[in-house]
């Protein structure tokens, strides 16, 4: 048994199995039954590995790991067969969605627009007062933003930080 244990560890689990079983399929003893339905189930084969799970339930049906495993794998087998695709999908969905929303904030980050010269005020012509020998044209000027809004936050007066500093 530590053998078969050892050889487990190592990854060979067939090895493992046929020590266990030795030259019959199913052994007799209950403690190597048991060991070789891990085997078995370690190895991913779960339609042969409920059988001997279920042999094992049969023979002593008090034995909590093989209650355990037979739901399990009953659970397992059961499923419908598109289920394995389930992660998958999910992972290729994800992938999509960051792709999509990379790709949206990607074309939205264009540089601000260059600023750009106002032209100067024409004149209309009217007439001008005599004084003015040199027409004057007036100073260009550049509109500025309304400043962002504030947000005030309440200040407590002296006598209400009085009140609030014992607290």
């Keep these: 048994m530590a ?4 050889l487990a560890r190592a990854g060979k689990l067939r090895e493992a199995q046929a020590m266990i079983a030795g030259e019959r399929a199913i052994p007799d003893h209950p403690i190597a039954l ?7 189930t370690s190895e991913g084969d779960y339609l ?11 023979r002593d049906p008090n034995h909590p790991e093989a209650r355990r ?4 794998i009953g659970l397992w087998v059961s499923r419908p067969p598109w289920m394995k695709y389930v992660p998958l999908t999910a992972a290729t969905l994800v992938a999509l969605l960051f792709a999509g929303l990379l790709w949206a904030f990607a074309s939205t980050s264009e540089p601000p627009p260059k600023p750009r010269a106002v ?11 005599p004084a003015q020998s040199q027409p004057q044209s007036a100073p260009a000027i550049t509109p500025r933003p309304a400043p962002p809004p504030t947000v005030a936050f309440p200040t407590p007066t002296t006598t209400q930080r009085r009140r609030n500093s014992g607290r």
């Design 3 to 6: 053998k078969a244990l050892s």
């Design 34 to 40: 048991e060991a070789l339905a891990a085997l078995v």
């Design 48 to 58: 042969r590995a409920l059988k001997l799970w279920e042999l094992l339930l049969q």
């Design 69 to 72: 495993m037979v739901a399990a």
């Design 119 to 129: 032209p100067a005020a024409v004149e209309s012509p009217v007439a001008r007062p």
